[in-house]
T-cell receptor
Framework: DADVTQTPRNRITKTGKRIMLECSQT?????MYWYRQDPGLGLRLIYY???????NKGEISDGYSVSRQAQAKFSLSLESAIPNQTALYFC??????????????FGEGSRLTVL | GDSVTQMEGPVTLSEEAFLTINCTYT??????LFWYVQYPGEGLQLLLK?????DKGSNKGFEATYRKETTSFHLEKGSVQVSDSAVYFC???????????FGTGTRLKVLA
């Protein structure tokens, strides 16, 4: 099984609907991240969490919210989806004890299409 | 602010050709540098990394050297294979921050 698991892997929805993307990890890492990938733009950070009580906005947080339900779970919500939120979303984790030398561990991605 | 610039793709090569994907960065402090690879339908995975100047990261035949004087971390491979077809991302992070800054990615296609 994957160390970082995202659900759903694919979702098609309509404008105005509420969508939740879920992420769970078995790596025991304290830090979790949500990124968005768009062609030609690379990865952009939406939200990040250093522990259950520490949640921070990234560079493109407008229109999104998150919840860190446990150290191992970090969900991303789109309260009212719009077409320009169509993208590939990635959850990632890292270990704070390895900051600056450590790596990010990514899930397989959740492809969201908003019609 | 910190940034990563990498060459635009797509890059199309024949099998066994030499590969270079350029990456330059700007950063305050002393960043660690990474190359991540994304195979079709998968998430990103670390390919190699270097944490200080003149370090060379290597993995699966790929290499990159941390050049502080030219603020570069170019990815090279002497002989590419069809299985190397993927998107490659250059990235950096600096000590004490949450920030992992990614380049826009370079798509590599290797033809048999």
């Amino acid at each position: 099984d994957a160390d970082v698991t995202q659900t759903p892997r694919n979702r098609i929805t309509k404008t105005g609907k509420r969508i939740m993307l879920e992420c769970s990890q078995t790596k025991g890492h304290d830090r979790m991240y949500w990124y968005r990938q768009d062609p030609g733009l690379g990865l952009r950070l939406i939200y990040y969490s250093f522990d259950v009580k520490d949640i921070n906005k990234g560079e493109i947080s407008d229109g999104y919210s998150v919840s860190r339900q446990a150290q191992a779970k970090f969900s991303l919500s789109l309260e009212s989806a719009i077409p320009n939120q169509t993208a590939l979303y990635f959850c990632a984790t890292s270990d704070s004890s390895l900051t600056n030398t450590g790596e990010l561990f990514f899930g397989e991605g959740s492809r969201l299409t908003v019609l | 602010g910190d940034s990563v610039t990498q060459m635009e793709g797509p890059v199309t090569l024949s099998e066994e050709a030499f590969l270079t994907i350029n990456c330059t960065y700007t950063a305050t402090g002393y960043p660690s540098l990474f190359w991540y690879v994304q195979y079709p339908g998968e998430g990103l995975q670390l390919l190699l990394k270097a944490t200080k100047a003149d370090d060379k990261g290597s993995n699966k035949g790929f290499e990159a050297t941390y050049r502080k004087e030219t603020t570069s971390f170019h990815l090279e491979k002497g002989s590419v294979q069809v299985s190397d077809s993927a998107v490659y991302f250059c990235a950096l992070t600096t000590s004490g921050t949450y920030k992992y800054i990614f380049g826009t990615g370079t798509r590599l296609k290797v033809l048999a």
